[in-house]
């Protein structure tokens, strides 16, 4: 008995919230994918276009069949929209371009923290390897 007072009260939460009907309401509180769900509710809230279940759902579908939003690299999560054409991976593992899609991708996101790769004269990793570590800094201190 409480399941269903509670789906009650989801269901008229989401209608007065989003403007929806009842039928939508059931769909969008059915819906099989939680990440989705969010995402549709959102697109429900934000798009004043978007006023049923349906019309949020063929707007998701083409934004996940749109190319651009294809990921082009695992590792940093950056999509094809996102491809900096100014260096050769072209995606955010890239640190050292100082191209303007990496600029515009770091103020979006707040990572203004440079992250070093190794040294830039003498090429050494920042691994905890005693032998391959930077000594740049020592023979300036010992030539001074």
């Known amino acids: 008995m409480p399941k269903d007072h509670a789906r009650k009260n989801d269901l008229a939460h989401l209608k ?3 403007g ?3 039928a939508c309401a059931i769909a969008l509180l059915d819906h099989p994918d939680a990440d989705e769900r969010d995402t549709l509710e959102r697109y429900l809230a934000e798009y004043v276009d978007i006023n049923t279940y349906r019309e949020a759902v063929d707007h998701l579908r083409q934004e996940q069949a749109d190319p651009r939003n294809q990921v ?3 590792t940093c999560g950056w999509t094809n929209g996102m491809v900096c054409p100014e260096c050769a991976k072209g995606c955010g593992c ?3 371009c100082t191209g303007w899609r990496h600029e515009e ?3 979006a996101t707040g990572d203004w923290a ?3 790769d ?5 090429g050494a990793s920042d691994s905890e390897d005693p ?3 930077c000594v740049c800094n020592d023979e300036e201190e010992q030539a001074a």
């Open 118 to 122: 190794g040294c830039e004269e003498c």
């Open 131 to 133: 032998y391959g570590a």
């Open 105 to 107: 991708m770091r103020a």
């Open 20 to 22: 929806i009907k009842h």
């Open 114 to 116: 440079e992250r070093s």
């Open 94 to 96: 890239e640190y050292q």
């Open 72 to 74: 082009l690299c695992e």
């Open 16 to 18: 007065e919230s989003l």
